[in-house]
């Protein structure tokens, strides 16, 4: 049986971006893909764009509340064993979530954090390394949920 993924996106003013996102949500392999948008209260054309993606799970926030008040709705309506968040403006390669998935299970791990790479408007890299260095990433040491937000403050 294949693992069930949630891709989260938070979207604000990303009508542009958002279908590169979905589609990179869509194209992954290996996993039972379910995709929710979550719109922090865009003024722009996102909730029409929407309408073009019957099969993406799409939440509204009446007001805008920022990316946390996104992703934090997606995170309510999401029915995956586990959930990847991808910004709007960001994608990822085919097979990703698969990989990290069988990863985060063979550790028996609760929560997998990824590299990325930078890349511009056409999708080229900008450099030829990831954004984190793996040479100085510790990936033996398992880390604590409060290890993770003291990292982040």
Not at 57 to 80: C, F, H
Not at 120 to 149: C, H, K, M
Request: negative net charge; hydrophobic residues 40%.
């Amino acid at each position: 049986m294949l693992p069930r993924a949630t891709a989260i996106i938070a979207a604000y003013n990303a009508v542009n971006e958002l279908p590169t996102s979905i589609a990179a949500a869509q194209c992954q392999s290996d996993v039972q893909m379910e995709i929710i948008v979550a719109d922090d209260a865009s003024p722009d054309a996102t909730p029409a764009l929407m309408e073009r993606y019957p099969d993406v799970v799409y939440r509204r926030l009446e007001q805008n509340g920022g990316p946390s008040a996104a992703r934090n709705a997606a995170i309510d309506a999401a029915t995956g064993d586990w959930i990847a968040v991808l910004d709007a403006d960001d994608t990822m390669t085919p097979g990703r979530l698969a990989a990290m998935i069988a990863l985060a299970e063979e550790k028996d791990a609760d929560i997998l954090l990824g590299n990325f790479r930078r890349v511009d408007d056409r999708g080229e890299p900008i450099d030829d390394a990831p954004y984190l260095d793996p040479a100085t990433l510790d990936t033996n040491t398992p880390l604590s949920a409060e290890d993770y937000v003291g990292h982040n403050q």
